[in-house]
């Protein structure tokens, strides 16, 4: 068997996560279906991580395995393109080591979170519109705290199963693009639904709910009821998916 990396990015609006489900349609079942069908033989394909219902990928790695060697992958990579969806898309087919895994050896992933400063129609379906001028100075300040810890059970999607609740935060920042407030985060890993979860408090932080340093408390108290309520998942994107083997490709500011 031949292993393969594919890099993707897919509009998440019409799927229900990444991964197969019983009752609802997901990327994973379309890249699936439609790499079974180019390459004749049962393909299943392993992500780098597991976006939510609504979330975007600018960046997303998957594996597969093969039985022969790709004799043109340039030509499998336009036949994807031409059967998949018009919301997903594949950039890159690479032939890897056997024991490369998508998922097991990403060193990093960055999410970014889009909010439109004005009502913009062009934009609602990649942003969360209505705050209209948080202060990004007290955000930021905010941000200082989310480095200082490493349990985030606070943001943790509640009714979860996961082994531990511990990530390494590399940074996170707001910054202003274009007309979009956009906050990016770095980190080794993210729980389900922490980056929504954080980006709802730090709202209540711009806002003047909440001051910066209650970011800490929230932490510590290891209670999602401390935290803000989660914002909407259409202004999430996964944007950069970092490995020790493959160079680092930035992707557009879409939708800044």
């Avoid at 790709?70 to 890897?96: F, G, R, W």
């Avoid at 059970?153 to 707001?174: E, L, M």
Wanted: some cysteine; glycine content about 4%; hydrophobic content about 40%.
């Amino acid at each position: 068997m031949i292993r393969y990396f594919i890099r993707l990015a897919y509009k998440g609006t019409n799927y229900s996560v990444w991964q197969i489900q019983e009752n609802a349609v997901s990327v994973q079942e379309k890249l699936n279906q439609s790499l079974s069908v180019i390459l004749n033989q049962d393909i299943l394909s392993t992500g780098c991580g597991r976006t939510d219902t609504g979330v975007h990928a600018k960046q997303f790695y998957a594996h597969f395995d093969c039985f022969e060697q790709i004799a043109d992958p340039k030509k499998v990579l336009h036949q994807l393109n031409s059967i998949l969806p018009s919301d997903i898309s594949v950039y890159d087919i690479l032939e890897m080591e056997s024991g490369a895994h998508s998922r097991f050896d990403a060193m990093s992933r960055t999410y970014e979170y889009f909010i439109a400063k004005t009502k913009n129609p062009f934009a609602k379906e990649f942003s969360l519109h209505g705050y209209m001028n948080p202060d990004m100075a007290l955000m930021n300040e905010a941000c200082l705290y989310l480095l200082k810890h490493n349990d985030f059970s606070s943001f943790r999607k509640t009714n979860t199963q996961v082994k531990s609740n511990i990530c390494t935060i590399a940074s996170a920042s707001w910054s202003r693009k274009s007309e979009m407030l956009v906050f990016t985060i770095t980190a080794d890993r993210f729980l389900r639904g922490m980056v929504r979860a954080i980006v709802g408090t730090m709202i209540d932080v711009g806002t003047g709910k909440i001051q910066p340093e209650k970011i800490s408390e929230i932490i510590l108290s290891k209670n999602r009821n401390e935290a803000g309520a989660s914002v909407p998942a259409c202004g999430l994107f996964l944007s950069n998916v970092v490995y020790p083997y493959l160079p680092v490709i930035q992707q557009s500011s879409f939708p800044a």
